[in-house]
């Protein structure tokens, strides 16, 4: 008979706790409240620009995963609240996603410029939403 061997093994290093220790104070949120309920994602209303659920961003930083700095779900949050407002363990997911911006941005890479921008884009967009954007996506 032949044996099937898990592939799911994960050992959580001092590198994941260091990992999680730092969004967490950067957040000011206890990530191991999360018991993977669900409720943030699903009432996300961006979920499908995500590679990555607001559930699931929580669940790599529980588990110390530096991985999740490479997703686009952080970028695409527009800190509407709705994540926050149904979680059960009072978790503000939207302060997670701003400490994972700010874990990238604090290494100089820059995720958006104005020349990125049409010259069209530039005169029918909003200063107020340029600005912003330029402050949550340049470093
Ligand atoms: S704050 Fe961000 S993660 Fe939370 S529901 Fe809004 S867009 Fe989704
Ligand atoms: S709603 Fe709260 S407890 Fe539920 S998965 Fe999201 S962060 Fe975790």
Redesign the pocket.
């Known amino acids: 008979m032949s044996t099937v061997r898990s592939e799911l093994c994960f050992t959580f290093t001092q590198e994941n706790a260091s990992f999680k220790a730092k969004v967490e104070e950067l957040s000011g949120e206890k990530i191991d409240l999360c018991f993977q309920c669900g409720a943030?994602?699903s009432?996300?209303?961006?979920?499908a620009e995500?590679d990555l659920l607001?559930s699931k961003?929580i669940r790599y930083v529980q588990l110390g995963m530096e991985e999740v700095l490479e997703s686009k779900?952080p970028w695409?949050?527009?800190?509407?609240?709705?994540?926050?407002i149904?979680c059960p363990r009072g978790i503000d997911?939207?302060n997670v996603?701003e400490a994972l911006r700010e874990m990238v941005l604090r290494t100089k890479y820059d995720r958006f410029t104005l020349d990125q921008l049409t010259p069209e884009e530039l005169k029918e967009l909003p200063q107020i939403a340029i600005i912003s954007n330029q402050r949550k996506l340049t470093a």
């Open positions: 943030c994602s009432g996300c209303p961006l979920t995500m607001p961003v779900t695409i949050c527009i800190t509407c609240f709705n994540c926050e149904r997911i939207a996603m």
